[in-house]
């Protein structure tokens, strides 16, 4: 079959995300995009074999695509628009938790209405400068609690380390003194979080409520639970200086055209290749012959124990590699490594296996 492949050892990777759910308090699993390369389907029914009653999407669409495997709560994580019919009919919904992170958009969510009250967590903002409302404006909650079901704050702290805890530290009191609820943060981790919470119980005190948002971290967290491949297509002898591809670019020396699955629709070849980065350096490939000077970009497959280089920027749905005359090539149908960063690639099928000792 001529696909992509992710393959997962679903026992460790079970493992580990039992690991992680009992380690980070009140976790909450986020599923969005892409689905982390798993697909959001996937990634629900996980939420909800793991026993865990509340999950988060990216969008207000995305609802939609985790509810048949999961009937917990679902937070949308992307800021409520009441311009978005959508979101209007979503933060309706008795299941669904709205993230609100504007002023004006507080006071439309709480002018629709009715019963049973809109579910709402009110971002506060961080360092990240992306969403959320300013620690001197939070008191507005208490203007609409008649109206909103208030859930909690959110808080979506940076990925550095430098400084987070003390700005998590921050901003929760500042949220906490304009109301009391739940924190549900992002990116602190969990030993930090459990600490965070008795500090701000205070002395005696028993901790305030914490929930725990992460997404890489549970679903990527354990590589060794997976690898992914992609199947061998065609090979063609070549010889060096003939031409190739859609560019019609030269082969550098005598070898093998490999054409592999996987391209642009996978998320494959959509980075810069990596040139060299300055002209002297192009200098020096040029002079010691390699292919990067050829204009040639390395590609994530590998081959033969090495990763090889693209003919050409990948196409649509599958890829030309070269392979030197040196190296037998693989056989029609076998599968190669490829190397694919999950959270921007789509992979074809998902197969559960354990791998074999290799
Ligand atoms: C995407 C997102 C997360 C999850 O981020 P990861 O880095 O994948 O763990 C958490 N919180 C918010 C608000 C997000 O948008």
């Given at each position: 079959m001529a696909a992509v492949t992710l393959w997962l050892d679903r026992a460790r990777w079970r493992e580990h995300l039992d690991t992680v759910a009992r380690s980070a308090p009140g976790l909450v699993p986020v599923a969005k995009g892409?689905?982390?390369?798993?697909?959001l389907p996937r990634l629900a029914a996980e939420t909800a074999a793991l026993g865990l009653g509340t999950m988060a999407v990216g969008?207000?669409?995305e609802v939609a695509a985790v509810r048949p495997d999961f009937d917990g709560d679902v937070v949308v994580l992307q800021p409520y628009d009441p311009d978005d019919e959508l979101a209007v009919r979503m933060g309706r919904d008795p299941g669904v938790i709205s993230t609100v992170s504007r002023l004006g958009d507080l006071a439309r969510l709480a002018a629709t209405g009715g019963e049973p009250r809109p579910r709402v967590l009110v971002e506060v903002i961080t360092s990240?400068?992306?969403?959320g409302l300013r620690p001197e404006r939070l008191d507005v909650v208490g203007e609409h609690r008649e109206a909103v079901r208030f859930e909690g704050w959110t808080i979506h702290l940076p990925l550095?380390?430098?400084g987070r805890y003390a700005e998590a530290e921050r901003l929760s009191r500042a949220a906490l003194a304009a109301a009391p609820g739940p924190l549900w943060l992002s990116h602190l981790p969990p030993d930090e979080t459990v600490g965070l919470a008795r500090q701000l119980g205070g002395a005696g005190g028993s901790p305030v409520p914490v929930r725990l948002r992460m997404g890489t971290g549970l679903w990527?967290?354990?590589?060794?639970s997976r690898h992914t491949t992609a199947s061998v297509l065609d090979v063609h002898s070549i010889r060096r200086g003939e031409r190739a591809g859609y560019r019609q670019r030269r082969a550098p020396a005598d070898g093998w055209i490999v054409v592999v699955a996987g391209g642009t629709a996978h998320g494959?070849?959509?980075?810069a290749p990596t040139p060299a980065a300055s002209w002297r350096q192009r200098a020096i490939s040029m002079a010691t012959g390699s292919l990067e000077a050829a204009g040639l970009a390395l590609s994530p497959y590998t081959i033969a124990g090495k990763k090889r280089w693209f003919v050409e920027p990948p196409h649509m749905q599958s890829s030309l590699v070269f392979l030197p005359a040196s190296v037998s090539p693989p056989p029609i149908g076998s599968e190669v490594p490829v190397e694919l960063r999950l959270t921007t690639a789509t992979v074809d099928r998902l197969i559960e296996a354990t791998p074999s000792a290799q």
């Open positions: 892409n689905g982390y390369g798993f697909g969008t207000p669409a990240m400068r992306r969403h550095l380390d430098e990527l967290g354990h590589p060794g494959i070849g959509l980075e």
